[in-house]
Nanobody
Framework: QVQLVESGGGLVQAGGSLRLSCAAS????????MGWFRQAPGKERDFVAA????????YYSNSVKGRFTISRDNAKNTVYLQMNSLKPEDTAVYYC?????????????????WGQGTHVTVSS
């Protein structure tokens, strides 16, 4: 029943910025922990960032910490990923995900709801 739709991906030069959005068709969106993951060709899906239902706690992978910022607007049922200082190695399909469980940490397997992904390509 939960549908997630990512947008905002595209082609950007190294050092540039993009802001990804994930719109959720869910009236209880505010109760979900939301996460962003990414997957490059031939690679496993990796955790990028997550934010709790209240927005008071955020998590980041070491590879993006200090460059990316996750936020949410519960009134709009939307989570964002502001990506600054982009690097070619950030190139991947970025997925929005959601979970309600308090267990499982931030592994992809802990998130039962996923969007279709949006492509981010960073050129050097």
């Amino acid at each position: 029943q939960v549908q997630l739709v990512e947008s905002g991906g595209g082609l950007v030069q190294a050092g540039g910025s993009l802001r990804l959005s994930c719109a959720a068709s869910e009236r209880t969106f505010s109760s979900y922990t939301m996460g962003w993951f990414r997957q490059a060709p031939g690679k496993e899906r990796d955790f990028v960032a997550a934010i709790t239902w209240s927005g008071s706690v955020t998590y980041y992978s070491n590879s993006v910490k200090g460059r990316f910022t996750i936020s949410r607007d519960n009134a709009k049922n939307t989570v964002y990923l502001q990506m600054n200082s982009l690097k070619p190695e950030d190139t991947a399909v970025y997925y929005c995900a959601a979970k309600t469980a308090s267990y499982g940490g931030m592994a992809p397997s802990a998130f039962p709801y996923w969007g279709q992904g949006t492509h981010v390509t960073v050129s050097s």
